[in-house]
Nanobody, 123 residues
């Protein structure tokens, strides 16, 4: 059982920055990969970035490379997404995720999901 609670979303102008936080709890997340997906209106959920909890290896979608940074605070059981140079196309609900150990990245049905936090970027 894994619980994920996102925070930090809001409204920003293009070119601005936001920092999202995800508080994780449960018995298995520490052996897993935590990360972020997003879903814009009328679009499919899209992978953004993830980080292995124990090792800290990171992986990013090409659309956010160089602009977003994922990090973790092991002591506080929190994962962050620092978003810089935001664009209107980044507008979406951002979901914190936990991918259990040995689960392939495309097996979304096996992930744990938070409830999401809205990010809106105005032009």
């Amino acid at each position: 059982q894994v619980q994920l609670v996102e925070s930090g979303g809001g409204l920003v102008q293009a070119g601005g920055s936001l920092r999202l936080s995800c508080a994780a709890s449960g018995r298995t997340f520490s052996t897993s990969t935590l990360g972020w997906f997003r879903q814009a209106p009328g679009k499919e959920r899209q992978f953004v970035a993830d980080i292995s909890w124990s090792v800290g290896n990171t992986y990013y979608d090409d659309s956010v490379k160089g602009r977003f940074t994922i990090s973790r605070d092991n002591a506080n059981n929190t994962v962050y997404l620092e978003m810089n140079s935001l664009k209107p196309e980044d507008t979406a609900v951002y979901y914190c995720t936990c991918r259990p150990v040995l689960t392939a990245r495309d097996r979304y049905e096996s992930y744990y999901w938070g409830q999401g936090t809205q990010v809106t970027v105005s032009s």
